[in-house]
Structure formats: C-alpha cells, structure tokens
C-alpha cells in the first residue's frame, strides 16, 4: 500500500524557515517524480514544486521560486521542502503528492499545517 | 502559471446530474489530454476521481465521468447523492507545472 506521510509543520514568524518531510512507502521511491502541492485555509489547491526520480529537474512555483527548495534522499525514501523566508501567505496545510506520467495525483499524504504568523 | 476557471458553486437534488465545468487555455487543458479531477470532503486530503479526461481509478464509482472539448474540461456526476457534496477541482498537465482550478462546492440540496 503506497504511504505518504508529511512532517514538519508548526508555527512560524514572518521571515523564519521550516523544513517538511515526507516518507514514502510502498512503492519504488527512486522510480518516481514527487511533488509538493499546498492549500491555504479556505482556500485552493496550488501546485508548489516538482522533483524528477533522479532529482535532475526541479520546478517551482512563481510564488515560491527563491525561497523554497525541494530536495529528495532516495536512499531514505524521502522527499523535502525548505522553507525560507516565509511570508503570512504561505500559512497552508502542504502535502506531498505522487504524480502518474499524465500529472495527475494517484496519492496524497495527510498533509502537514504551515502557520506563518507573528 | 494560471489558475484553471471553475464555476465556484454547482448544486443537485439528489438522483439528478450535474455538471463542473474547467476552464483553461491552449497551454494547459486545451494542449494535452492531462485533465484530472478531485474530491476533497472537509478536513481530508483530496482524492483522485477523474484522470486523462475521462479515466476513473479503481474504486470509483462509474456515476463520475469526464470530458474535454477545446480548452473546456468538465466533469459530470449522475445519480447525485448526498455524499458526493463536497469540493471539487480540476487540473491539467503543463510542460513545468500542474495548473489548478479554483474549486467547485458541490451541495446535495
């Protein structure tokens, strides 16, 4: 059964940094593209950032280009985002998604809640 | 890297069909045949009900179907019942990124 768990999350202050996990299982992690999608309280989904299986191609949201980096360790089947800089519009539940070839996301985590407030 | 146009709120009465309808353009919806849809009920993670347009995952019921004409995806749900109310969004494929709408509620009258 494919597992995805996010970790991470707490409040921060305007201009701080966090570091989200996310731990695979039950599939070939280094088989697989990831991604980080977020939703804001209330709010929409919105795609975040794209990793490729070898880590070779990474995309980011204008939103976020700059101050997030995604990054993965195949060895430990895990997928991360740093977080820099974070601004009040960042507060949003982030979940890790597993995409299929078409884009579309067979698998979600729980998802893990930024708050960014002072 | 723009949102996909969906209306903010459709509503049924139970056994009846409605529609969701996505709009995008020829860079996202119209350029690929990428389209998926979700299902998010309050406090969960959304679920995966429609992909490539038309395809339903394992498990999902065959009331929910999907189409595309241009850059105008949609999604119809026939035999509407009251746990299908929920949020509903769409997403295409792009060449760097996944485009999403901005959401659908769906009330069950």
């Known amino acids: 059964e494919v597992q995805l768990v996010e970790s991470g999350g707490g409040l921060v202050q305007p201009g701080g940094s966090l570091r989200l996990s996310c731990a695979a299982s039950g599939f070939t992690f280094s088989s697989y593209s990831m991604n980080w999608v977020r939703q804001a309280p209330g709010k929409g989904l919105e795609w975040v950032s794209y990793?490729?299986?070898?880590?070779?191609?990474?995309y980011y949201a204008d939103s976020v280009k700059g101050r997030f980096t995604i990054s993965r360790d195949n060895a430990k089947n895990s997928l991360y985002l740093q977080m820099n800089s974070l601004r009040d519009e960042d507060t949003a539940v982030y979940y890790c998604?597993?995409?299929?070839?078409?884009?579309?996301?067979?698998?979600w985590g729980q998802g893990t809640l930024v708050t960014v407030s002072s | 890297q723009s949102a996909l146009t969906q209306p903010a709120s459709v509503s049924g009465s139970p056994g009846q069909s409605i529609t969701i309808s996505c709009t995008g353009t020829?860079?996202?919806?119209?350029?690929?045949?990428?389209v998926s849809w979700y299902q998010q009920h309050p406090g969960k993670a959304p679920k995966l009900m429609i992909y490539e347009v038309s395809n339903r995952p394992s498990g999902v019921s065959n009331r929910f179907s999907g189409s595309k004409s241009g850059n105008t995806a949609s999604l119809t749900i026939s035999g509407l019942q009251a746990e299908d109310e929920a949020d509903y969004y769409c997403?295409?494929?792009?060449?760097?990124?996944?485009?999403f709408g901005g959401g659908t509620k769906l009330t069950v009258l």
């Open positions: 998604a597993r995409p299929s070839r078409s884009g579309s996301y067979h698998y």
């Open positions: 020829s860079s996202d919806v119209g350029g690929y045949n990428y």
């Open positions: 990793i490729s299986s070898s880590s070779s191609t990474i």
């Open positions: 997403s295409s494929y792009t060449s760097s990124s996944t485009a």
